[in-house]
């Protein structure tokens, strides 16, 4: 075969380059980007064979399990070999920051690599050497190693490997940074099980701090495959489907096939994921609804990535109202729109990526809006040209601006309600409280059933009685207790933040005004408190 000249000396200069870094870099393997970077670093072979004990070996995907390759780590720990730790950092920030380079050559295949097949235990070995040596600094470089490989798995030979080594590293960790970083990679996971894997490291991170339930709620919410216009193309048993979520939540089933090859097993499989979308859809307008009770705050671009780009979420949240808080103290509530505009109460747009700096969004509440921005997200809603129909109700939401009395322990805005069972249940279920009954079993024993609602990121939840007698049910007070008290002692109300607060009495207000049977209501005072 005929080579032309300059193929030719391309082809020797790439050989001798090749073999002139192996004999500077005798543990890295020359040709990839990893390897590139590593000797821009100066990481010749005098510094890099003290780690020939730690690199050299593949120790499979968990080398910190490996007694010789603990005993290693330990006895460079001892002796505080500083050139061999600041080459190991140097290591992984090539990892992390290297380019991927085309590798030359008759197997290459054309595609720029960062790490290769021969390099991958050296990598994986990197990862959890510098893990286990290095202190918090270390950590936003494991985070960095981690997104890479979720954002360019096509630059790693075995990139499962490495992104298992850093994610597992920073799971054990388990520091708050540790955390952090692992928050931030969730989101970037490409499919559910990849996405639940990461959630689970993340879990496990969060042990032992107040990492929010809501957070590891919000990173586990599934996409079902849908692109960003909220579709997906279905082929069962070679008959096409187009699944689709609207911007109003709606999820339909298109059948892009003549009705004659109607097939029933394509057919259950394609209304089984229709099914799953709706039903996340309807999880996350109750998560979302949930987040009022809440204290949270996202960066800017945290919010984008976790609201906006799940198509299922944005179903939600742009029809939701929310707050930015902008430099300078300055906050402007928004509504994001499904086509990735951000409008304003008065009715002005812009593109969702805008404004940049450091901003924080929160989800409006209605108790803490001024009263003119109320007034004026009411009338716009209730304008028809407008055409919002909100998931849930925000805007309209009862609220309460009353302090309660801080030494008080109950609510007894439902006091002497009587529901019939039935009443009752589809009640909590509207509200979406949970119930446990404590009594006999004999159909005319007295029996007391506990309605409730759990705050996690509170770590509180209020609990009403219900007395059942001669087959009516009668409403007691409410209280409010910490999760995880057997005893569920009261608490007083001056203890309880604002907004689980005010969402408790909108819930007991809302049971108060059900349309259901009731006997002799004494709906309290819960009206005096909702300042509309």
């Known amino acids: 075969m005929h080579i032309p000249g ?24 020359y040709g990839d980007g990893w390897s590139r970077a590593a000797r821009v670093r100066h990481l010749d072979q005098e510094r890099l064979r003290i780690l020939s004990q730690l690199l050299d070996k593949d120790r499979g995907r968990s080398p910190h399990r490996v007694q010789v390759w603990q005993d290693a780590v330990e006895e460079l720990a001892r ?84 992104m298992e080594a850093a994610q597992t590293a920073l799971a054990l960790d388990g520091g708050h940074r540790a955390v952090a970083e692992l928050g931030a990679a969730v989101p970037l996971a490409s499919n559910s099980a990849l996405r639940e894997q990461l959630a689970w490291s993340l879990s496990l991170a969060s042990i ?98 976790l609201y906006l780009r799940n198509p299922i979420t944005r179903a939600v949240a742009s029809r939701t109202v929310w707050v930015w808080r902008l430099p300078g103290e300055r906050t402007m509530s928004v509504l994001p729109s499904w086509d990735g505009q951000i409008r304003a109460v008065n009715g002005t747009a812009q593109p969702a990526d805008r404004p940049t700096g450091p901003v924080t969004v929160r989800l409006w509440h209605p108790s803490e809006a001024p009263p003119e921005e109320l007034a004026a997200w009411r009338t716009l809603l209730a304008d028809p040209v407008f055409g919002l129909v909100q998931p849930f109700q925000q805007i309209e939401r009862d609220f ?109 207000a809302v049971l108060a005004r059900e349309p259901e049977p009731l006997l002799e209501p004494e709906l309290g005072s819960i009206r005096d408190q909702r300042p509309l």
Not at 229 to 235: F, H, V
Not at 414 to 436: D, H, K, M, Q, V
């Open 79 to 162: 002796r505080e070999n500083r050139p061999a730790r600041d080459t190991l950092f140097a290591l992984l920030e090539a990892l992390a920051e290297g380019a991927p380079y085309e590798v030359p050559g008759e197997q290459a295949d054309g595609r720029p690599v960062l790490v290769g097949r021969a390099n991958t235990a050296r990598a994986v070995n990197t990862i959890w050497a510098a893990a286990r040596l290095g202190g918090p600094e270390v950590l936003p470089w494991l985070g960095r190693v981690l997104r890479r490989s979720l954002r360019q798995p096509w630059t790693l030979d075995s990139g499962a490997r490495i």
């Open 400 to 508: 309460t601006l009353v302090a309660p009395e801080p030494n008080a322990v109950e609510l007894d805005q439902c006091l002497g309600l009587r529901f019939t069972p039935s009443a009752l249940t589809l009640a909590r279920r509207r509200i979406g409280w949970s119930s446990r009954t404590k009594g006999g079993n004999a159909p005319d024993a007295e029996t007391t059933r506990y309605v409730y609602r759990e705050f996690p990121d509170s770590h509180l939840a209020v609990s009403l009685a219900c007395v059942t007698r001669a087959g009516l049910v009668n409403l007691d007070t409410a209280w409010f207790y910490r999760i995880g008290n057997s005893a569920r002692i009261p608490l007083p109300l001056g203890s309880i933040p604002t907004r689980v607060y005010s969402e408790a009495l909108r819930d007991l």
């Open 208 to 305: 032992g701090h107040e990492t929010p339930p809501s957070r590891l709620a919000e990173l586990r919410v599934a996409e079902h495959e849908l692109d960003a216009d909220g579709e997906r193309e279905l082929i069962v048993k070679w008959r096409k489907y187009v699944l689709r979520i609207a911007p109003d939540g709606e999820v339909t089933l298109i059948r892009d096939h003549p009705p004659n090859v109607e097939n029933v097993m394509a057919e259950e499989t394609a209304r089984t994921e229709a099914r799953a979308v709706a039903a996340t859809y309807r999880d996350e307008v109750a998560r979302i609804e949930g987040l009022l009770a809440t204290d949270r705050d996202w960066e800017l671009e945290d919010w984008r990535q």
């Open 6 to 29: 300059r193929r030719r000396r391309d082809l020797a200069d790439a050989v001798e380059e090749r073999f002139a870094l192996l004999e500077d870099n005798p543990l890295l393997e």
